[in-house]
C-alpha cells in the first residue's frame, strides 16, 4: 500500500510562484508526477517523471512549470503563475498499479 502526502499548495497573484511537494511512503515507486482538475473540467496532466529521469510536460505548463523528484518525493516549481492554473493539483504515483492524493487548493489571484 502506497501513501501519498502532499504540501504547498495556496494563493498566489499572477506572475508569482508556488512549490508543491508531495512524499510516497511504501514500496519503490516508478512513475510519479502531478494532475489538475479546475472547476467544471476534467483532471489533466500537468507533468510525471520517471523513476530513470523521463519527464514530460502539458503543453501549457511548459516553460514555466518543473518538475523534480529526489527517491520518492515529487516537487513541482509552478513559476509565472496564470488565473489559468487555478485547480486542484493531485500527486499520482504508480508501481503496480496507480495511487492517487488527496489533492491540494492553488489558487492564482489578484
Known amino acids: 500500500q502506497v501513501q501519498l502526502v502532499e504540501s504547498g499548495g495556496g494563493l498566489v497573484q499572477p506572475g508569482g510562484s508556488l512549490r508543491l511537494s508531495c512524499a510516497a511512503s511504501?514500496?519503490?515507486?516508478?512513475?510519479m508526477g502531478w494532475y489538475r482538475q479546475a472547476p467544471g473540467k476534467e483532471r489533466e496532466l500537468v507533468a510525471t517523471?520517471?523513476?530513470?529521469?523521463n519527464i514530460n510536460y502539458a503543453d501549457s505548463v511548459k516553460g514555466r512549470f518543473s518538475i523534480s523528484r529526489d527517491k520518492n518525493t515529487v516537487y513541482l516549481q509552478m513559476n509565472s503563475l496564470k488565473p489559468e492554473d487555478t485547480a486542484v493539483y493531485y500527486c499520482?504515483?504508480?508501481?503496480?498499479?496507480?495511487?492517487w492524493g488527496q489533492g491540494t487548493q492553488v489558487t492564482v489571484s489578484s
Open positions: 499520482y504515483a504508480q508501481n503496480v498499479r496507480g495511487y
Open positions: 511504501g514500496s519503490i515507486i516508478n512513475a
Open positions: 517523471i520517471t523513476r530513470g529521469g
